[in-house]
């Protein structure tokens, strides 16, 4: 009776050894000369620190002779069966033919073949079965040599130890054994929980690397024809929308659903220098997806996707650095939020599309009023790490005396006029879901919660470089402190 879980495993060669001590590896006792002693793989495991010991090992294994038909037909072979003729051609361990390995031929590369035939025994193997023997074939004459049967899909039996059945070790013959183990036929080690065979099992082909799986559901597709020359995807360069209905939220501005996001994206609603920043924000709010081509598309624009500016990874402050501010005056406020001081002053924050500005000097220009108070409390999120925000120390020494007071960003923005000499769209409030969606004012306070920001930095650095020509005293700054082969 065959067991439900079965183990693979393989043959483990033994040695043959001299009365000098000098030893060869070997499959069984018929390959050992008159003079020479065996040792099974049994013993050589349970013999500790014997010479030759490392026979058990797979490479040794592998490189392990086998024997040879000399008749007309030279190849390698098992057994005597193999060889075409009747009269005594075999012969055992022949220096060219391996386990692993057929060198007749001169190609060292060719793997050594093995006989095959018709198993009844066997009926998952298909129509033959690899064997070291016929033992087990229906009609042992058909035991031929067969061009598919390398040594890892030879089956073959084992060596059970009779004190303890539970140890078997995979073997090719009766002569494989020692007086301590039985044979166990290839036949009858079914009703063990091992498949022998008389090598490992050949590694698998390396595999492409796999792509992780995407958040959305793999049935969830979507298409975008071509986009226009004023229009872009949210999404990304050949990206697009698939959780249509899932809604956007970003702090302090109205939500929109996705799909009409990205509707006013195709539709050039979004301007092209903002379009950029949308992706990272809502790849998985929304589900983007590669689109499907979509020829049926009405757009006959060609595509055009606006690519943002590389921004520099932020800079984190070194352990132990400190910053300490007085209080602030009535009409500035701190960068980096309520408490909060700049660390890394010399560090330049970066956002894409805008002007670079220098940590110090944007905390310099909110302590001094250049930055509205309204629109100072956006930017602690953006530069808390490549600024190296941490608390405050309290330094009395601060030549500023007025009482502290730091502004909380309204719900809703006054309008400025952007580097272009246009007025950002206005945020509509939304009362409920059921209140009609409008989508242009909707979608421009979206991305108007991005820009605001960027657009900030530019008028923050403009106004600095104006200061640096004229006779005003310093700003108030901050203090940094701180085998098978």
Not at 112 to 120: I, W
Not at 155 to 164: A, F
Not at 235 to 263: R, W
Not at 439 to 446: E, F, K, L, Q
Request: net charge negative; aromatic share 4%.
């Amino acid at each position: 009776m065959s067991t439900s879980i079965r183990n693979r495993d393989s043959v483990d060669a033994g040695l043959c050894m001299n009365s000098d001590g000098s030893y060869v590896c070997a499959l069984s006792a018929d390959d050992c000369s008159d003079n020479m002693a065996f040792m099974s793989s049994l013993e050589l495991e349970t013999t500790p620190d014997v010479h030759g010991g490392d026979c058990k090992g797979t490479r040794k294994t592998q490189s392990t002779r086998i024997g040879v038909c000399n008749g007309e037909n030279f190849s390698c072979a098992s057994v005597p069966e193999l060889c075409d003729s009747d009269l005594p051609l075999f012969q055992a361990s022949y220096g060219d033919c391996t386990v692993k390995n057929d060198n007749v031929s001169g190609n060292s590369e060719m793997q050594t073949k093995y006989g095959s035939c018709r198993s009844s025994n066997f009926p998952s193997d298909g129509n033959k079965s690899c064997f070291w023997s016929n033992d087990a074939c229906d009609a042992k004459s058909s035991f031929k040599i067969d061009d598919n049967c390398t040594c890892d899909k030879v089956r073959v039996g084992g060596c059970q130890k009779e004190t303890d059945p539970g140890v078997i070790h995979c073997a090719v013959s009766l002569e494989s054994c020692d007086d301590t183990s039985k044979f166990l036929s290839v036949v009858e080690m079914k009703d063990t929980n091992k498949d022998c065979y008389l090598c490992r099992e050949a590694p698998a082909p390396p595999q492409s690397p796999v792509s992780p799986p995407a958040k959305t559901p793999s049935s969830i597709g979507c298409s975008i024809g071509e986009i226009p020359n004023d229009g872009c995807s949210v999404c990304g360069p050949g990206m697009c929308v698939t959780n249509n209905d899932a809604v956007f939220e970003f702090p302090s501005q109205p939500s929109v659903k996705c799909g009409d996001l990205e509707n006013a994206g195709l539709g050039g609603i979004i301007p092209l220098n903002q379009c950029g920043f949308l992706p990272g924000l809502v790849k998985d709010t929304c589900g983007c997806q590669q689109s499907q081509k979509n020829p049926s598309s009405p757009v006959p624009s060609p595509v055009r996707q606006p690519t943002p500016s590389p921004v520099r990874q932020p800079t984190r402050s070194p352990p132990g650095a400190q910053c300490s501010m007085g209080e602030i005056p009535e009409d500035g406020c701190s960068v980096c939020g309520p408490g909060m001081c700049v660390t890394n002053s010399d560090v330049v924050f970066e956002f894409p599309g805008q002007p670079s500005v220098r940590c110090g000097d944007l905390e310099n220009a909110g302590l001094t009023g250049i930055v509205p108070l309204d629109q100072c409390g956006f930017l602690p999120g953006l530069i808390l790490d490549t600024c190296g925000c941490q608390n405050s120390q309290e330094n009395p020494s601060s030549p500023v005396s007025s009482p502290v007071r730091q502004p909380t960003p309204s719900p809703t923005r006054p309008p400025f006029t952007n580097p272009t000499g246009e007025l950002p769209p206005a945020i509509s409030a939304i009362g409920n879901e059921s209140k009609s969606l409008n989508t242009p004012a909707i979608v421009g306070g979206i991305v108007g919660a991005v820009v605001v920001s960027t657009l900030l930095l530019l008028a923050v650095t403009m106004k600095l470089r104006r200061s640096k020509n004229t006779s005003n005293p310093p700003p108030v700054t901050s203090q940094n402190g701180g085998d098978y082969a």
